[in-house]
């Protein structure tokens, strides 16, 4: 995951697209009720390896209009319910890689229910 002393997390400010392929063959590789649990394990995974690269790339995410809609396609659901899911789980991450002992693993469940509209 480490390109020298930078992590693969960013690229250009952007979430890098092998980091996505990964949480994405995570996804896949899961029975479909697991996917979105799958690919949020792993992107934990490499959040907690670099939590400040992890929550820029979070914050421009919010940004990415078009990444945004893919993943929201890629979630399903309601439309709304969705990207409403989707900011509240991104908000919840950001606060949590910024605290002083960033802990993403612990609000799995937290962020799997805000994913998956299940609040």
């Known amino acids: 995951m480490r390109e020298g002393t930078r992590t693969a997390l960013l690229e250009e400010g952007r979430i890098d697209e092998g980091i996505v392929k990964r949480a994405i063959a995570a996804a896949d ?19 907690e390896s670099d939590p400040v690269a992890a929550r820029s790339a979070l914050w ?3 940004t990415d209009h078009a990444r945004l809609g893919r993943l929201e396609a890629w979630l399903g659901g309601d439309p709304r319910r969705t990207t ?5 789980a991104i908000q919840i991450a950001a606060t949590e890689l910024d605290s002083a002992d960033p802990d993403l693993a612990g609000l799995s469940t937290e962020l799997l229910c805000w994913l998956e509209g299940r609040w």
């Open 84 to 88: 409403f899911g989707l900011g509240a």
């Open 29 to 47: 590789e899961a029975p479909p009720d697991n996917r979105v649990k799958a690919g949020l394990e792993t992107a934990i995974a490499m959040a």
């Open 60 to 62: 421009a995410l919010r």
